[in-house]
Nanobody, 116 residues
Framework: QVALVESGGGLVQPGGSLRLSCKAS????????IGWYRQALGRERELVAT???????NYAASVEDRFTILRDYGLNTVDLQMKNLHPFDTAIYFC??????????WGQGTQVTVSS
């Protein structure tokens, strides 16, 4: 069993930066993929970025030149460094993890609002 807790959301102006962090507790080493999804109001949840146990990253095209995903095995965390934020980045950001067993885990979400 894995629990995911996000932190770091908030309000930021366009062009600004924000860093999200997700702390995983439980069987962290059983996680093959960990990362971030987001869901804007009225839209479906979408992939933002993920990183595999081997360090392979996968980014959405809309963020790959602005966001960086960082996985720390010692701290059991996965961070999302976001730069040059736009209003269309406004969404609830969810931490996601996929265990080798095939079980998917989700955090409760953290709100990111990009507005002047």
């Amino acid at each position: 069993q894995v629990a995911l807790v996000e932190s770091g959301g908030g309000l930021v102006q366009p062009g600004g930066s924000l860093r999200l962090s997700c702390k995983a507790s439980g069987s962290y080493t059983a996680l093959s993929i960990i990362g971030w999804y987001r869901q804007a109001l009225g839209r479906e949840r979408e992939l933002v970025a993920t990183v595999s146990e081997t360090g392979r990253t996968n980014y959405a095209a809309s963020v790959e030149d602005r966001f960086t995903i960082l996985r720390d095995y010692g701290l059991n965390t996965v961070d999302l460094q976001m730069k040059n934020l736009h209003p269309f980045d406004t969404a609830i950001y969810f931490c996601y993890a996929l265990a080798y067993s095939g079980t998917a885990y989700w955090g409760q979400g953290t709100q990111v609002t990009v507005s002047s």
